[in-house]
C-alpha cells in the first residue's frame, strides 16, 4: 500500500510559476509511475502529466504541454510538478497519483490506470 502526500498549494498571481511535491511512503517508488491530475470546481478530473518508472519518460495534458514539467527523484520518493506561466485556468485542486507498473518505461495517462492517489492540494491563480 502505497500513501501520497502532496504539498506546496498556495495562491499565485497570472503569469507567475509555482511548484508541487508529492512524497510517497510505501513499497518501491520506482516500480511506480506517478501522474499528477487536477479538478477545477464543476469540472471533471483532468489530466496533467505523468512520468515513467525510471523517469526518462513523461507525458503532459494539451493545455499545460510547454508550460508545465513533471520530475521525479527515485531516491527521495518524490515526484514534482513545476507550473510556468500560470492562468486562471490552472486554478484546481491538484492530485498525485501513483500506478504499480512493473515496466519502468510506461507513462500512464487515463485516469482510472492508477491505483492509489493523494488527498490534494489546492492552486489558486488569480488574475
Known amino acids: 500500500q502505497v500513501q501520497l502526500v502532496e504539498s506546496g498549494g498556495g495562491l499565485v498571481q497570472t503569469g507567475g510559476s509555482h511548484g508541487f511535491a508529492c512524497t510517497a511512503s510505501?513499497?518501491?517508488?520506482?516500480?511506480?509511475?506517478m501522474g499528477w491530475f487536477r479538478q477545477a470546481p464543476g469540472k471533471e478530473r483532468e489530466f496533467v502529466a505523468a512520468?515513467?518508472?525510471?523517469?526518462?519518460?513523461?507525458d503532459y495534458g494539451d493545455s499545460v504541454r510547454g508550460r508545465f514539467t513533471i520530475i521525479r527523484d527515485n531516491a527521495k520518493s518524490s515526484v514534482y510538478l513545476q507550473m510556468n506561466v500560470l492562468t486562471p485556468e490552472d486554478t484546481a485542486v491538484y492530485f498525485c497519483?501513483?500506478?504499480?507498473?512493473?515496466?519502468?518505461?510506461?507513462?500512464?495517462?487515463?485516469?482510472?490506470?492508477?491505483?492509489?492517489w493523494g488527498q490534494g492540494t489546492q492552486l489558486t491563480v488569480s488574475s
Open positions: 497519483a501513483a500506478r504499480t507498473e512493473s515496466r519502468r518505461w510506461v507513462v500512464p495517462t487515463q485516469e482510472s490506470w492508477y491505483h492509489y
Open positions: 510505501g513499497g518501491t517508488f520506482s516500480s511506480y509511475a
Open positions: 512520468i515513467s518508472g525510471n523517469g526518462a519518460n513523461t
